[in-house]
């Protein structure tokens, strides 16, 4: 068993993460909200073991409609049952990850889906620049997230792929 050394960055606390998975393999799979996100680029250049980056922005064109009413919208998903599934996938855990501000209605559909599914979602939702857009991305995301984390700076998502053993 490893123990985390600490770097100059981390809390104190971290010298006692145990850095063995509790389970393996992990599928994780990383939505992130906009293709812009520099920590899940960043990430994503890591190449975490068992994690599938993926955008919310795929899925969102999935589910586009002619129509807004719950007719057509129920129409086009039926049509495409079998690519939303293929989207979605079958991963162990999903962490959903954007900035305040970020447009989360994607997301938060994949939430749904995946908690209808009986897998974790972790929604990491870092600040924005932008202090009028406080609050409305982790708002969106809240009732779907088994757990939502709103860290005050940067790194935190690769140090969750890290916990979670990626």
């Not at 129509?67 to 989207?87: F, M, P, Q, T």
């Not at 979602?121 to 939502?148: F, I, N, Q, W, Y």
Request: charged share 25%.
């Amino acid at each position: 068993m490893e123990v985390t050394v600490p770097d100059r960055r981390a809390p104190p606390e971290v010298r006692y993460r145990v850095r063995d998975p509790n389970s393996a393999p992990r599928r994780i799979r990383v939505i992130a909200l906009t293709d812009d996100n520099t920590e899940v680029r960043r990430c994503a250049e890591h190449a975490h073991a068992g994690v599938q980056f993926v955008s919310a922005r795929e899925l969102g064109a999935l589910l586009q409609t002619e129509g807004s009413d719950a007719a057509s919208i129920l129409r086009r998903v039926d049509a495409n049952a079998a690519a939303l599934d293929a989207w979605l996938g079958t991963p162990d855990i999903v962490v959903i990850a954007g900035r305040e501000g970020d447009d989360a209605r994607a997301g938060a559909i994949a939430a749904q889906a995946y908690r209808s599914r009986g897998v974790t979602v972790s929604g990491v939702v870092g600040p924005s620049v932008d202090e009028r857009k406080h609050g409305v991305t982790a708002d969106l995301l809240r009732p779907h997230c088994t757990m939502l984390i709103l860290p005050v700076s940067a790194g935190y998502l690769d140090d969750l792929l890290a916990a979670l053993g990626a």
